[in-house]
């Protein structure tokens, strides 16, 4: 017993030391601009009180407000329930989000955001690093300022309804290392320019309507470790450059109307 004691105290002060640090960090709400936007989105959102309650702090008491030194840095609406008057007029109504300057996650992901994401997103939310839009009921095309979003290692869009081509500019977000716009009515080619897209170890673009070659420089995302471009109406042959991604683990390529010869390059992957 007189061995594991201190050894016993020592654990009891790291962990009330670990509390009282996320305490410090979550911290109360320091920016009327902020709490004041923070009630906007729960009206324009038409959230219950008893997930964010008007009297209380929204730093330590309301579900899915993350904050730091007394700002907000993340929030997340997602498995939130609207009021009975917020369901009969659900919308992307999101523009207090622009107040939130380092607001570095938003997770909507199941929550019915009807409308198209608002060009400002990408420039008013440079912080962002996460998006997740899953199954928000998102329509309308993806607007190229997402690539202005230079922190951003996370973006799912998937399972919407939307439309028009794949920005290119999304090749721009060097940081990204999820990219998951699959389950839409994307149309157009995969752009070339997502060979710049070092840091990807998941790119999911299956279950759209995309067409024409598939760019052989994707071939060159060596940390690549999912590839789904199946339900395509992908053509030509599959890149022999493929056969580079070592990290490979899973490659989806079904229902597309490739052509060619298997590439003997793919034996190489043997993950």
Request: include cysteine.
């Amino acid at each position: 017993m007189g061995v594991r004691t201190p050894v016993g105290a020592f654990a009891i002060a790291l962990i009330l030391f670990l509390i009282q640090s996320g305490f410090a960090q979550q911290g109360s709400l320091s920016s009327r601009e902020q709490r004041s936007a923070l009630l906007d989105l729960r009206s324009s959102l038409g959230l219950r009180s008893k997930d964010w309650p008007i009297k209380a702090d929204p730093c330590s008491s309301w579900t899915g407000v993350k904050c730091n030194n007394g700002k907000v840095i993340g929030i997340t609406v997602s498995g939130l329930r609207r009021t009975r008057l917020g369901r009969t007029n659900p919308r992307f109504a999101v523009d207090s989000l622009a107040n939130f300057t380092l607001l570095a996650t938003f997770n909507a992901s199941g929550f019915a955001l009807p409308g198209i994401i608002p060009d400002w997103f990408g420039q008013r939310l440079s912080a962002l690093q996460m998006l997740d839009l899953r199954s928000a009921s998102v329509i309308g095309p993806i607007p190229q300022s997402l690539g202005n979003l230079s922190k951003l290692n996370t973006l799912y869009l998937s399972g919407n309804n939307i439309t028009g081509v794949v920005p290119s500019a999304l090749g721009n977000i060097a940081e990204l290392v999820i990219l998951d716009l699959s389950r839409n009515s994307l149309t157009g080619s995969i752009p070339s320019g997502f060979a710049s897209l070092r840091n990807l170890t998941r790119l999911d673009l299956s279950s759209n309507f995309l067409s024409g070659q598939i760019p052989p420089g994707l071939g060159t995302l060596t940390r690549l470790q999912f590839l789904n471009l199946a339900d395509n109406s992908l053509t030509d042959s599959i890149p022999v450059q493929f056969g580079n991604l070592s990290q490979l683990l899973e490659l989806h390529l079904s229902k597309n109307s490739l052509s060619g010869s298997f590439p003997v390059e793919l034996r190489g992957l043997r993950s």
